[in-house]
């Protein structure tokens, strides 16, 4: 679900930077969290900023998301396919 969004279409170079928020996950259960994806251009033109961040959480118990064992698989293999969908919309991007 997306959660906020924002598109700079001025030239201010005080405004705040283009960004998409994105949730995931269910509160009932024991695994949610949120991406963020952000474009800022530097001053000028000297190009833009690509940021991406990221956190996991369990909303409904005070107790780790994954055994220890799983932890570590399964946040590298979330994170690599995360970061696969950001390459992939930033070259979708620069195609245009």
């Given at each position: 679900?997306?959660?906020?969004?924002?598109?700079?279409?001025?030239?201010d170079e005080n405004a705040?930077?283009?960004?998409?928020?994105?949730?995931?996950?269910?509160?009932?259960?024991?695994?949610?969290?949120?991406?963020?994806?952000?474009?800022?251009?530097?001053?000028?033109?000297?190009?833009?900023?690509?940021?991406?961040?990221?956190?996991?959480?369990?909303?409904?118990?005070?107790?780790?998301?994954f055994s220890w064992v799983?932890?570590?698989?399964?946040?590298?293999?979330?994170?690599?396919?995360?970061?696969?969908?950001?390459?992939?919309?930033?070259?979708?991007?620069?195609?245009?």
């Amino acid at each position: 679900m997306v959660l906020d969004s924002r598109l700079n279409t001025t030239e201010d170079e005080n405004a705040v930077e283009s960004f998409v928020e994105i949730a995931y996950g269910d509160d009932r259960k024991g695994f949610s969290g949120m991406h963020r994806f952000e474009v800022s251009r530097m001053a000028a033109d000297e190009g833009v900023i690509v940021g991406y961040s990221s956190f996991s959480c369990n909303p409904k118990d005070d107790m780790p998301i994954f055994s220890w064992v799983s932890t570590n698989l399964v946040a590298r293999f979330h994170c690599f396919y995360a970061l696969s969908l950001f390459r992939d919309g930033i070259r979708e991007v620069l195609s245009v």
